[in-house]
Protein backbone atom coordinates (compact mmCIF):
# COMPACT_ATOMS: atom_id res chain seq x y z
CA UNK A 1 0.00 0.00 0.00
CA UNK A 2 0.92 3.34 -0.91
CA UNK A 3 2.34 5.37 2.32
CA UNK A 4 2.22 9.02 0.58
CA UNK A 5 -1.06 10.42 -0.91
CA UNK A 6 -3.36 10.69 2.12
CA UNK A 7 -6.56 9.59 0.93
CA UNK A 8 -5.24 8.19 -2.15
CA UNK A 9 -7.37 5.01 -1.99
CA UNK A 10 -10.18 4.38 -0.61
CA UNK A 11 -11.47 1.20 1.61
CA UNK A 12 -14.57 -0.28 0.94
CA UNK A 13 -15.07 -0.77 4.70
CA UNK A 14 -17.59 1.71 6.69
CA UNK A 15 -14.25 2.38 9.94
CA UNK A 16 -13.01 5.85 8.76
CA UNK A 17 -13.49 6.07 4.73
CA UNK A 18 -12.45 9.84 3.71
CA UNK A 19 -15.54 10.33 1.69
CA UNK A 20 -17.71 10.72 4.69
CA UNK A 21 -20.41 13.63 4.09
CA UNK A 22 -19.12 14.56 0.99
CA UNK A 23 -21.54 15.27 -1.98
CA UNK A 24 -20.85 12.56 -4.63
CA UNK A 25 -17.96 11.08 -2.92
CA UNK A 26 -18.73 7.70 -4.76
CA UNK A 27 -18.48 8.42 -8.59
CA UNK A 28 -22.15 9.88 -8.60
CA UNK A 29 -22.96 8.78 -12.14
CA UNK A 30 -21.09 5.53 -12.26
CA UNK A 31 -21.12 5.45 -16.18
CA UNK A 32 -20.31 1.76 -16.37
CA UNK A 33 -23.56 0.46 -15.82
CA UNK A 34 -24.83 2.88 -19.05
CA UNK A 35 -27.56 1.49 -21.41
CA UNK A 36 -29.06 -1.72 -21.44
CA UNK A 37 -29.81 -5.90 -22.19
CA UNK A 38 -31.38 -6.28 -25.32
CA UNK A 39 -35.56 -7.24 -24.70
CA UNK A 40 -34.16 -10.93 -24.28
CA UNK A 41 -31.64 -10.19 -22.15
CA UNK A 42 -29.30 -11.62 -24.71
CA UNK A 43 -25.90 -10.20 -25.98
CA UNK A 44 -26.17 -8.05 -28.87
CA UNK A 45 -24.36 -9.47 -31.73
CA UNK A 46 -22.42 -7.32 -34.57
CA UNK A 47 -24.57 -6.40 -36.84
CA UNK A 48 -27.99 -6.36 -35.57
CA UNK A 49 -30.29 -3.90 -35.65
CA UNK A 50 -33.35 -2.53 -34.59
CA UNK A 51 -35.62 -0.33 -35.66
CA UNK A 52 -36.10 3.01 -33.25
CA UNK A 53 -37.69 6.41 -33.20
CA UNK A 54 -34.63 8.05 -32.06
CA UNK A 55 -31.94 8.51 -34.51
CA UNK A 56 -29.43 6.00 -33.83
CA UNK A 57 -26.53 8.31 -33.58
CA UNK A 58 -27.80 10.12 -30.77
CA UNK A 59 -28.25 7.30 -28.47
CA UNK A 60 -24.69 6.97 -28.70
CA UNK A 61 -24.48 9.86 -26.51
CA UNK A 62 -26.14 7.80 -23.30
CA UNK A 63 -22.24 6.73 -23.12
CA UNK A 64 -21.04 10.08 -22.75
CA UNK A 65 -24.01 11.96 -21.04
CA UNK A 66 -22.99 15.18 -22.22
CA UNK A 67 -23.51 15.06 -26.22
CA UNK A 68 -26.74 13.00 -25.70
CA UNK A 69 -28.94 16.15 -25.81
CA UNK A 70 -27.03 17.64 -28.22
CA UNK A 71 -26.76 15.29 -30.93
CA UNK A 72 -30.57 14.27 -30.47
CA UNK A 73 -31.52 18.17 -29.85
CA UNK A 74 -29.76 19.05 -33.07
CA UNK A 75 -32.29 16.90 -35.40
CA UNK A 76 -35.25 19.07 -34.30
CA UNK A 77 -33.63 22.51 -33.43
CA UNK A 78 -30.69 22.91 -36.25
CA UNK A 79 -27.76 20.77 -35.85
CA UNK A 80 -25.08 23.20 -36.73
CA UNK A 81 -26.58 25.71 -34.09
CA UNK A 82 -26.44 23.33 -31.42
CA UNK A 83 -23.26 22.07 -32.21
CA UNK A 84 -21.83 25.54 -32.30
CA UNK A 85 -23.06 26.25 -28.96
CA UNK A 86 -22.12 22.71 -27.88
CA UNK A 87 -18.30 23.37 -29.10
CA UNK A 88 -17.41 26.25 -27.07
CA UNK A 89 -18.76 24.29 -24.03
CA UNK A 90 -16.72 21.34 -24.00
CA UNK A 91 -13.05 21.17 -22.74
CA UNK A 92 -10.94 19.67 -25.44
CA UNK A 93 -7.16 18.61 -23.57
CA UNK A 94 -3.79 16.14 -24.09
CA UNK A 95 -5.43 13.13 -21.55
CA UNK A 96 -2.59 10.75 -22.83
CA UNK A 97 0.24 12.64 -23.49
CA UNK A 98 0.17 13.19 -27.28
CA UNK A 99 2.16 16.51 -26.94
CA UNK A 100 4.82 16.05 -24.86
CA UNK A 101 8.10 16.69 -25.67
CA UNK A 102 9.60 14.66 -28.12
CA UNK A 103 6.40 12.48 -28.40
CA UNK A 104 5.19 12.42 -32.45
CA UNK A 105 2.00 14.20 -33.15
CA UNK A 106 -1.18 12.88 -33.02
CA UNK A 107 -2.88 12.40 -36.03
CA UNK A 108 -6.29 12.91 -37.08
CA UNK A 109 -8.16 10.15 -38.50
CA UNK A 110 -10.65 11.45 -40.83
CA UNK A 111 -12.33 8.10 -41.16
CA UNK A 112 -12.91 6.59 -37.26
CA UNK A 113 -13.16 2.48 -38.01
CA UNK A 114 -13.38 -0.06 -35.25
CA UNK A 115 -13.20 -1.67 -33.33
CA UNK A 116 -12.39 1.06 -30.42
CA UNK A 117 -11.11 1.24 -26.72
CA UNK A 118 -12.63 4.43 -25.00
CA UNK A 119 -11.63 5.36 -21.65
CA UNK A 120 -14.28 7.00 -19.74
CA UNK A 121 -13.53 8.50 -15.73
CA UNK A 122 -15.63 9.69 -13.80
CA UNK A 123 -14.90 12.52 -10.74
CA UNK A 124 -15.99 14.69 -8.16
CA UNK A 125 -13.76 17.51 -7.83
CA UNK A 126 -13.68 19.47 -4.19
CA UNK A 127 -11.25 22.00 -3.83
CA UNK A 128 -9.23 23.52 -6.51
CA UNK A 129 -5.79 22.59 -4.71
CA UNK A 130 -7.11 18.96 -3.79
CA UNK A 131 -5.84 15.80 -6.26
CA UNK A 132 -8.49 14.70 -7.93
CA UNK A 133 -9.38 10.84 -7.38
CA UNK A 134 -10.81 8.14 -10.12
CA UNK A 135 -14.52 7.26 -8.21
CA UNK A 136 -15.32 5.38 -11.81
CA UNK A 137 -13.58 3.96 -14.24
CA UNK A 138 -14.95 2.41 -17.61
CA UNK A 139 -13.75 1.57 -20.65
CA UNK A 140 -16.14 0.98 -24.10
CA UNK A 141 -15.35 -1.39 -26.12
CA UNK A 142 -17.12 -0.74 -29.66
CA UNK A 143 -16.93 -3.93 -31.86
CA UNK A 144 -15.79 -3.95 -35.50
CA UNK A 145 -18.97 -3.33 -36.84
CA UNK A 146 -19.18 0.00 -35.07
CA UNK A 147 -23.22 -0.57 -33.80
CA UNK A 148 -22.51 -2.89 -30.50
CA UNK A 149 -20.38 -2.44 -27.59
CA UNK A 150 -19.32 -3.87 -24.21
CA UNK A 151 -18.91 -0.83 -21.23
CA UNK A 152 -17.10 -2.71 -17.91
CA UNK A 153 -15.63 -0.80 -15.10
CA UNK A 154 -12.14 -1.27 -13.37
CA UNK A 155 -13.22 -1.42 -9.38
CA UNK A 156 -11.33 2.10 -8.15
CA UNK A 157 -10.23 -0.29 -5.14
CA UNK A 158 -8.79 -2.53 -7.77
CA UNK A 159 -4.93 -3.25 -6.27
CA UNK A 160 -2.73 -2.72 -9.13
CA UNK A 161 1.06 -1.58 -9.64
CA UNK A 162 0.67 2.10 -10.32
CA UNK A 163 3.76 2.88 -13.24
CA UNK A 164 6.46 5.15 -12.47
CA UNK A 165 5.75 8.56 -13.88
CA UNK A 166 8.50 11.43 -13.88
CA UNK A 167 5.95 13.84 -14.73
CA UNK A 168 4.58 13.78 -11.34
CA UNK A 169 7.52 12.72 -9.73
CA UNK A 170 5.98 9.55 -8.70
CA UNK A 171 7.97 6.83 -8.31
CA UNK A 172 5.44 3.79 -8.77
CA UNK A 173 3.58 1.55 -6.58
CA UNK A 174 1.12 -0.83 -6.03
CA UNK A 175 -2.10 0.66 -4.38
CA UNK A 176 -5.73 0.80 -5.98
CA UNK A 177 -6.40 2.21 -8.88
CA UNK A 178 -8.36 5.32 -7.94
CA UNK A 179 -4.90 6.79 -6.26
CA UNK A 180 -3.29 7.07 -10.29
CA UNK A 181 -5.07 9.88 -10.98
CA UNK A 182 -4.40 11.47 -7.67
CA UNK A 183 -0.72 10.52 -8.12
CA UNK A 184 0.04 11.73 -11.58
CA UNK A 185 -1.96 14.99 -11.47
CA UNK A 186 0.51 16.44 -9.33
CA UNK A 187 2.87 19.28 -10.81
CA UNK A 188 6.38 19.52 -9.12
CA UNK A 189 6.46 22.96 -8.71
CA UNK A 190 2.83 24.15 -8.82
CA UNK A 191 0.47 24.41 -6.39
CA UNK A 192 -2.87 23.09 -8.52
CA UNK A 193 -2.86 19.72 -9.68
CA UNK A 194 -3.42 18.38 -13.27
CA UNK A 195 -6.68 16.22 -13.78
CA UNK A 196 -5.64 15.95 -17.75
CA UNK A 197 -2.04 14.80 -16.44
CA UNK A 198 -3.80 12.75 -13.39
CA UNK A 199 -5.72 10.53 -16.19
CA UNK A 200 -2.46 9.93 -18.29
CA UNK A 201 -0.88 8.12 -15.46
CA UNK A 202 -4.47 6.12 -14.62
CA UNK A 203 -4.61 5.27 -18.96
CA UNK A 204 -1.22 4.13 -18.35
CA UNK A 205 -2.30 1.81 -15.21
CA UNK A 206 -5.54 0.97 -16.79
CA UNK A 207 -3.54 -0.22 -20.13
CA UNK A 208 -1.02 -2.81 -17.55
CA UNK A 209 -4.56 -4.51 -16.02
CA UNK A 210 -6.47 -4.89 -19.18
CA UNK A 211 -3.77 -5.38 -21.77
CA UNK A 212 -5.45 -2.61 -23.95
CA UNK A 213 -1.99 -1.19 -25.53
CA UNK A 214 -3.81 2.19 -26.80
CA UNK A 215 -7.21 3.69 -26.47
CA UNK A 216 -8.61 5.75 -29.00
CA UNK A 217 -10.64 8.39 -27.03
CA UNK A 218 -11.23 9.44 -23.37
CA UNK A 219 -12.94 11.67 -21.37
CA UNK A 220 -13.31 13.21 -18.11
CA UNK A 221 -16.77 13.69 -16.69
CA UNK A 222 -17.38 16.31 -13.40
CA UNK A 223 -20.20 14.31 -11.73
CA UNK A 224 -20.81 17.76 -10.32
CA UNK A 225 -22.02 19.11 -13.83
CA UNK A 226 -24.96 16.21 -13.66
CA UNK A 227 -26.88 17.38 -11.00
CA UNK A 228 -27.20 20.95 -12.99
CA UNK A 229 -27.99 18.72 -16.09
CA UNK A 230 -31.11 17.01 -14.42
CA UNK A 231 -32.10 20.18 -12.69
CA UNK A 232 -32.00 21.73 -15.97
CA UNK A 233 -34.27 19.29 -17.60
CA UNK A 234 -36.66 19.47 -15.15
CA UNK A 235 -35.96 16.76 -12.63
CA UNK A 236 -35.81 12.47 -13.85
CA UNK A 237 -37.86 9.99 -13.47
CA UNK A 238 -36.69 6.77 -12.48
CA UNK A 239 -37.08 3.62 -10.74
CA UNK A 240 -35.72 2.66 -7.64
CA UNK A 241 -35.44 -0.98 -6.37
CA UNK A 242 -35.57 -1.12 -3.39
CA UNK A 243 -36.41 1.15 0.00
CA UNK A 244 -33.04 3.23 0.43
CA UNK A 245 -32.07 5.96 3.49
CA UNK A 246 -29.91 8.30 3.04
CA UNK A 247 -26.89 8.62 4.82
CA UNK A 248 -25.82 12.08 4.25
CA UNK A 249 -28.99 14.16 3.55
CA UNK A 250 -32.03 15.12 5.44
CA UNK A 251 -35.71 15.15 3.34
CA UNK A 252 -35.34 18.49 2.62
CA UNK A 253 -31.93 18.36 1.15
CA UNK A 254 -29.14 19.68 3.54
CA UNK A 255 -26.76 18.03 4.79
CA UNK A 256 -27.19 15.66 8.22
CA UNK A 257 -24.84 16.88 10.91
CA UNK A 258 -21.62 14.85 11.29
CA UNK A 259 -21.39 13.00 14.73
CA UNK A 260 -18.96 14.58 17.05
CA UNK A 261 -15.55 12.36 16.56
CA UNK A 262 -16.85 10.86 13.19
CA UNK A 263 -18.20 7.48 12.80
CA UNK A 264 -22.18 8.69 11.45
CA UNK A 265 -24.51 11.08 10.93
CA UNK A 266 -27.32 12.86 13.00
CA UNK A 267 -30.88 13.82 12.22
CA UNK A 268 -33.61 12.64 10.15
CA UNK A 269 -32.47 10.59 6.56
CA UNK A 270 -33.87 11.18 3.17
CA UNK A 271 -35.95 7.99 2.16
CA UNK A 272 -36.65 6.76 -1.24
CA UNK A 273 -39.07 4.02 -1.64
CA UNK A 274 -39.47 1.46 -3.57
CA UNK A 275 -41.19 2.41 -7.09
CA UNK A 276 -41.16 4.80 -10.02
CA UNK A 277 -40.36 8.06 -8.19
CA UNK A 278 -39.43 11.49 -10.12
CA UNK A 279 -36.28 12.85 -8.28
CA UNK A 280 -34.95 16.74 -8.53
CA UNK A 281 -31.21 17.03 -8.85
CA UNK A 282 -30.06 16.73 -5.80
CA UNK A 283 -32.45 13.12 -4.64
CA UNK A 284 -31.22 11.54 -7.85
CA UNK A 285 -27.57 11.65 -7.31
CA UNK A 286 -27.86 11.17 -3.16
CA UNK A 287 -29.98 8.00 -4.02
CA UNK A 288 -27.36 6.37 -5.97
CA UNK A 289 -24.31 7.34 -3.28
CA UNK A 290 -25.74 5.18 -1.01
CA UNK A 291 -24.30 1.76 -0.58
CA UNK A 292 -24.34 0.14 3.05
CA UNK A 293 -26.78 -2.55 3.80
CA UNK A 294 -27.77 -0.68 6.87
CA UNK A 295 -29.37 2.36 4.73
CA UNK A 296 -31.00 -0.44 2.36
CA UNK A 297 -28.68 -1.44 -0.55
CA UNK A 298 -28.78 -5.39 1.08
CA UNK A 299 -25.82 -5.57 -1.92
CA UNK A 300 -23.16 -2.76 -1.13
CA UNK A 301 -21.36 -1.28 -3.94
CA UNK A 302 -22.89 -3.62 -6.47
CA UNK A 303 -26.52 -2.48 -5.67
CA UNK A 304 -25.01 1.11 -5.67
CA UNK A 305 -23.41 0.76 -9.40
CA UNK A 306 -27.19 -1.00 -10.60
CA UNK A 307 -28.49 2.09 -9.28
CA UNK A 308 -26.68 4.57 -11.07
CA UNK A 309 -27.06 2.77 -13.96
CA UNK A 310 -30.53 2.93 -13.76
CA UNK A 311 -29.98 6.66 -13.27
CA UNK A 312 -28.41 7.57 -16.10
CA UNK A 313 -30.51 5.39 -18.25
CA UNK A 314 -33.25 7.20 -16.63
CA UNK A 315 -31.38 10.63 -17.29
CA UNK A 316 -30.71 9.30 -21.06
CA UNK A 317 -34.58 8.99 -21.75
CA UNK A 318 -35.54 12.14 -20.14
CA UNK A 319 -32.87 13.80 -22.54
CA UNK A 320 -34.71 12.53 -25.20
CA UNK A 321 -38.16 13.19 -24.78
CA UNK A 322 -40.13 15.52 -26.22
CA UNK A 323 -40.64 17.66 -23.47
CA UNK A 324 -36.55 18.58 -23.57
CA UNK A 325 -35.95 18.02 -27.42
CA UNK A 326 -39.08 20.32 -28.50
CA UNK A 327 -38.01 23.11 -25.82
CA UNK A 328 -34.66 25.42 -27.35
CA UNK A 329 -34.78 27.35 -23.84
CA UNK A 330 -34.75 23.82 -21.74
CA UNK A 331 -32.43 22.13 -24.43
CA UNK A 332 -30.28 25.16 -24.20
CA UNK A 333 -30.10 24.93 -20.81
CA UNK A 334 -28.86 21.21 -20.80
CA UNK A 335 -26.78 21.89 -23.57
CA UNK A 336 -24.49 24.64 -21.18
CA UNK A 337 -24.86 22.45 -18.11
CA UNK A 338 -23.52 19.21 -19.95
CA UNK A 339 -20.75 20.72 -21.98
CA UNK A 340 -18.96 21.86 -18.93
CA UNK A 341 -18.93 18.69 -16.84
CA UNK A 342 -16.39 16.95 -19.86
CA UNK A 343 -12.94 17.19 -20.83
CA UNK A 344 -12.57 15.15 -23.96
CA UNK A 345 -9.38 13.61 -25.96
CA UNK A 346 -9.77 11.60 -29.08
CA UNK A 347 -6.40 11.85 -29.48
CA UNK A 348 -6.90 13.99 -32.98
CA UNK A 349 -10.34 13.63 -33.54
CA UNK A 350 -13.37 15.87 -32.13
CA UNK A 351 -16.20 14.25 -29.40
CA UNK A 352 -18.66 15.03 -32.17
CA UNK A 353 -16.70 13.30 -35.29
CA UNK A 354 -16.61 10.03 -32.60
CA UNK A 355 -20.31 10.87 -32.32
CA UNK A 356 -20.95 10.36 -36.34
CA UNK A 357 -18.77 7.61 -36.67
CA UNK A 358 -20.48 5.70 -34.07
CA UNK A 359 -24.19 6.73 -35.47
CA UNK A 360 -25.35 3.37 -35.66
CA UNK A 361 -24.42 2.61 -32.09
CA UNK A 362 -28.06 2.07 -29.98
CA UNK A 363 -28.20 2.22 -26.19
CA UNK A 364 -29.88 -1.21 -26.59
CA UNK A 365 -27.04 -2.21 -27.82
CA UNK A 366 -24.29 -1.54 -25.19
CA UNK A 367 -23.94 -4.26 -23.64
CA UNK A 368 -22.57 -3.76 -19.61
CA UNK A 369 -20.31 -6.44 -18.24
CA UNK A 370 -19.39 -6.83 -14.36
CA UNK A 371 -16.34 -8.70 -14.01
CA UNK A 372 -16.16 -10.32 -10.74
CA UNK A 373 -14.12 -10.12 -8.24
CA UNK A 374 -12.90 -9.99 -4.35
CA UNK A 375 -11.78 -8.27 -1.79
CA UNK A 376 -7.67 -8.34 -0.30
CA UNK A 377 -7.63 -8.61 3.11
CA UNK A 378 -11.54 -7.79 5.40
CA UNK A 379 -11.81 -5.07 8.25
CA UNK A 380 -8.34 -2.76 8.91
CA UNK A 381 -6.39 -5.14 6.74
CA UNK A 382 -8.29 -4.60 4.00
CA UNK A 383 -5.96 -4.08 0.93
CA UNK A 384 -8.48 -3.50 -2.23
CA UNK A 385 -9.89 -5.97 -5.01
CA UNK A 386 -8.90 -8.26 -6.86
CA UNK A 387 -10.12 -9.68 -10.04
CA UNK A 388 -11.41 -13.53 -10.30
CA UNK A 389 -9.18 -15.63 -13.01
CA UNK A 390 -12.42 -14.83 -15.58
CA UNK A 391 -11.63 -11.39 -16.08
CA UNK A 392 -8.19 -12.05 -17.97
CA UNK A 393 -10.11 -14.30 -20.28
CA UNK A 394 -12.62 -11.33 -20.83
CA UNK A 395 -9.78 -9.31 -21.73
CA UNK A 396 -7.79 -11.51 -23.72
CA UNK A 397 -11.30 -11.97 -25.81
CA UNK A 398 -11.26 -8.13 -26.31
CA UNK A 399 -7.59 -8.52 -27.43
CA UNK A 400 -8.01 -11.76 -29.85
CA UNK A 401 -11.28 -9.91 -31.24
CA UNK A 402 -13.33 -12.82 -29.58
CA UNK A 403 -15.75 -11.19 -26.88
CA UNK A 404 -18.85 -11.48 -28.56
CA UNK A 405 -18.59 -15.38 -28.60
CA UNK A 406 -16.68 -15.24 -25.04
CA UNK A 407 -19.65 -13.25 -23.79
CA UNK A 408 -22.27 -15.28 -25.24
CA UNK A 409 -20.37 -18.29 -23.29
CA UNK A 410 -20.34 -16.56 -20.65
CA UNK A 411 -23.98 -15.23 -19.79
CA UNK A 412 -23.10 -14.44 -16.27
CA UNK A 413 -20.80 -11.36 -16.79
CA UNK A 414 -23.64 -9.53 -18.06
CA UNK A 415 -24.97 -6.91 -15.93
CA UNK A 416 -29.22 -6.87 -15.66
CA UNK A 417 -30.80 -4.37 -13.97
CA UNK A 418 -34.54 -2.86 -14.56
Not at 101 to 108: D, L, N, R, T, V
Not at 334 to 353: E, H, Q
Request: glycine fraction near 14%; charge should be positive.
Amino acid sequence: MSKGGKGAGRSTGRAGRPDDGRDGGVGLVDLDRVGDLSSGGRPIREGRRKKSLVPRWAKLCTIFGTVLVVLSGGVLVGLETVLARFEGAVTEEDLFGDQAAGAPAAEKKSDIKGPLNILLVGIDPRQPETPPLADSIMVLHVNETMDSAYLFSLPRDLLVDIPRFPKADFPGDKTKLNAAMSYGSKVPGEKLPSAAQGFELLSMTVSKVTGIKRFDAGAIINFGGFLKIVDAMGGVTMYIDQNVKSEHRRPDGTHRTLKRGGGGYLGPQAQYKKGTRHLEGWQALDYVRQRYPENGVTDGDYGRQRHQQQFVRAMADQALSKDVVTNPIKLDKVIRAAGKSLIFSGRGNKLIDFGFAMRNLRSDSIQMIKLPGGGVGTGSNYKGEKFQPIADEFFAAIKAGTLDSFVINNPELLNKAK
